[in-house]
Each structure stands twice: as structure tokens, then as C-alpha cells.
């Protein structure tokens, strides 16, 4: 997995929902209960990539393949889990998002 980390100087993660991680570009956002204008994560199913932005503090994953996205959203999911939060992925009502998540077998993650 390829890993480019960054920084947005006065920013915030609504830069990324309406713009850069939009869903009509293939971006799922990923939910959690810890979620805040400062934090976000997003993930492209297509693409095979994971992105998240944490007070200005960037990090992309590029995956090589389903198999290590699979287990990179997993790895989150149980993070998440194991701090007590909340951790679903919104595919935003968009089929053919649902049905890719669905074939990489994280359709129970879905909300």
C-alpha cells in the first residue's frame, strides 16, 4: 500500500465531501461517531483508495488490490470498534457503489 501524507493549511473536511471525495466521483464516506468538521474519512471502492482528514493533517492509501483494500477498511472498522465508535460506510444511495462494496464483501458495513 502506498501511503502520501499531507497538510491543508485553514481547511476543513467539507472541502473534501462536497468537492474532492464527492460521491459522484466514486467516494463512500465512511461514518463514524467521531465524525466533526475537523475529521473525516472516505473511501473509493473503484479506485481502491482510503482518505482521511484530521485537523488539516492529510493521509491517502492507494491499495494494490481488493484484497488490501478489503483488509485496509477492515483494519478501521475494528479500530474503530475497539475505541468504541460507531463505523459504517454510506455508498449515498448510488447502486452501482452498493453493489461494488457488496461484491468485495463489505456490503455489511453499509448504512
Known amino acids: 500500500m502506498k501511503t502520501t501524507r499531507g497538510f ?3 481547511s476543513d473536511r467539507y472541502k ?4 474532492a471525495c464527492h460521491f459522484k466521483k466514486g467516494w463512500a464516506q465512511i461514518d463514524t461517531s467521531q465524525d466533526a468538521w475537523y ?3 472516505w473511501c473509493n471502492p473503484f479506485e481502491l483508495i ?3 482528514y484530521i485537523e488539516g493533517d492529510t493521509c491517502l492509501e492507494e491499495c494494490e488490490n481488493e484484497a488490501e483494500f478489503i ?9 474503530n470498534y475497539d475505541q468504541g465508535h ?4 454510506d455508498p449515498m444511495c448510488v447502486q452501482r457503489m452498493i ?3 457488496t461484491e468485495l464483501g463489505l456490503d455489511d458495513l453499509l448504512h
Open 8 to 10: 491543508e493549511h485553514d
Open 16 to 19: 473534501y465531501d462536497f468537492n
Open 39 to 41: 475529521f473525516g474519512t
Open 50 to 52: 482510503i482518505f482521511s
Open 71 to 79: 483488509e485496509a477498511i477492515r483494519i478501521y472498522q475494528q479500530w
Open 86 to 89: 460507531k463505523f459504517h460506510i
Open 99 to 101: 453493489d461494488k462494496f
